[in-house]
C-alpha cells in the first residue's frame, strides 16, 4: 500500500511528532511505502513529494513547524470541485501510485477528507489546531504548547503590569472559539477573559478592572481574538476579508486598551501574542498526543478504515467517522466559562 502524507492549514505544534508516529508504524510495522507532499495541496499538484522512512522522521518529534510545510491552499480552485479537478486528482494520484490519503489538518482540511472519502477516494483524517475547535475530539496536538506560551505571557504580563499598576491586556488566537484564552486565564489567574461565545459590554469589563483596582492589584485581562464588545454601539467591527476569504481578525486588544483606560482612569497596554503561541518546540503532552494519532492512524489505513478521523477520547484514540467529526465547531460550554469567571475582577 502507497499512502501519501498532506498538510494543510496553519501549522500546529506537533505535527512533525504525527508524521513520526504515522511513519514508524505505517512503513515499519504495517510494510506501507509513504510519501509527503510539501505545503499541502501545492505539493500534490506540482509534483513536489518526498519519500517517508525512518531515516526522514529521525529526531522530529522536538521540533517546530512541520518538515512537510504546510499551506492553506485548497484541492480546487473553488468550493467542492468541478468534474476536471476532479479528474486531476485522480490522475494525479495514478501517477503517484497513491491508495490513499492521511490528511493532518484542522476543520478546513477535514471537511476535504470529508469531501473525497465522499467521492470514493480512501482518506483518514488527523485533527490538529492550535484552537482546539474541532468536533470529534477532546483535545487537538499544538492546543497544549499555545496554551503554555500564552500562560507564561500572562506570568510575564503580570509582573510589568504590577510594577506600574497598570491594567494588561493580552490578545491570544481564537478566530471561533475561545479555548486557549480560557485555558491561559484559569492557568495565569487572568482577573478578566474575554472569549467569542461570551460577549461582554465594556461597562461590565471596566467595573471588573476597577474592582481589582479596589483590591489593590492590577488587572490581568486576557483576549480571544474573535471576542466581540456586547451592545449595538460599541461592537467591534473588523471590516474586509483576509487573503483567504475569512473575516480579518486581529487588533482586538488594540481597540479594548484605550476604552478601558478612557473608563477607568486606569493606564492600559495591549500585547497581541500572534504567531509566537504558534511556534516552537511541542510539549510532551502535544508530542505524545501527536505521536498516538499518527500511530492510529497508520493504523486504521491497515485496518481498511477509511473516512474516519483520529480523534481524543478520554485517554483512548478513537476512529471517528469524517462525516460526524467535520462541520462541528467545538466551542466553549457554558460550564466551563463559568469557572473561568470565579476569577473575575
Ligand atoms: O491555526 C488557527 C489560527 O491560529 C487562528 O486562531 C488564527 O486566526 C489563524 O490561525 C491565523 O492564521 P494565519 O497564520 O494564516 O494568519
Request: net charge negative.
Given at each position: 500500500m502507497r499512502i501519501g502524507v498532506l498538510c494543510s492549514g496553519g501549522d500546529s505544534p506537533g505535527m512533525n511528532a504525527a508524521i513520526r508516529g504515522a511513519v514508524l508504524r505505517g512503513v515499519?510495522?504495517?510494510?506501507f511505502e509513504m510519501v509527503g507532499f510539501m505545503d499541502g495541496w501545492r505539493g500534490f499538484h506540482e509534483a513536489d513529494l518526498v519519500p517517508l522512512d525512518r531515516s526522514a522522521v529521525r529526531?522530529?518529534?522536538?521540533?517546530?513547524?512541520?518538515?512537510l510545510g504546510t499551506s492553506?491552499?485548497?484541492?480546487?480552485?473553488?468550493?467542492?470541485?468541478?468534474a476536471a479537478e476532479w479528474q486531476a486528482i485522480r490522475a494525479r494520484m495514478a501517477e503517484y501510485r497513491l491508495d490513499g490519503f492521511l490528511l493532518i489538518g484542522g476543520n478546513g482540511t477535514q471537511t476535504v477528507a470529508k469531501l473525497l472519502t465522499d467521492a470514493g477516494i480512501r482518506a483518514i483524517g488527523l485533527p490538529k489546531t492550535i484552537d482546539n475547535d474541532l468536533g470529534g475530539t477532546d483535545y487537538t496536538f499544538g492546543f497544549d504548547t499555545a496554551v503554555s506560551i500564552a500562560s507564561e505571557a500572562i506570568d510575564r504580563l503580570r509582573t510589568t503590569g504590577e510594577s506600574h499598576s497598570r491594567c494588561m491586556v493580552l490578545e491570544v488566537m481564537?478566530?471561533?472559539?475561545g479555548w486557549i484564552a480560557l485555558h491561559a486565564g484559569m492557568a495565569g489567574g487572568a482577573q478578566v477573559t474575554l472569549i467569542p461565545e461570551h460577549p461582554e459590554s465594556i461597562e461590565q469589563i471596566s467595573e471588573w478592572v476597577l474592582s481589582v483596582r479596589d483590591r489593590g492589584r492590577s488587572s490581568l485581562v486576557v483576549v480571544a481574538e474573535g471576542f466581540t464588545l456586547e451592545g449595538a454601539d460599541g461592537e467591534v467591527t473588523r471590516e474586509g476579508l483576509d487573503g483567504f476569504g475569512r473575516p480579518r481578525l486581529g487588533g482586538v486588544a488594540e481597540m479594548l486598551a484605550p476604552l478601558i483606560e478612557e473608563r477607568t482612569g486606569i493606564e492600559t497596554r495591549a500585547t497581541v501574542l500572534g504567531h509566537v503561541q504558534r511556534g516552537g518546540s511541542p510539549t510532551a503532552f502535544d508530542r505524545v498526543l501527536a505521536t498516538r494519532t499518527g500511530i492510529a492512524a497508520a493504523d486504521a489505513a491497515h485496518a481498511g478504515r477509511w473516512g474516519t478521523m483520529a480523534g481524543l477520547h478520554g485517554d483512548r484514540i478513537d476512529l471517528v467517522p469524517l462525516h460526524e467529526a467535520v462541520g462541528r465547531l467545538k466551542t466553549v460550554p457554558d460550564a466551563r466559562y463559568e469557572e473561568v469567571r470565579l476569577n473575575f475582577g
Open positions: 515499519e510495522v504495517h510494510g529526531g522530529i518529534s522536538p521540533l517546530g513547524g512541520v518538515i492553506r491552499v485548497p484541492p480546487f480552485a473553488s468550493g467542492d470541485g468541478d481564537g478566530r471561533n472559539a
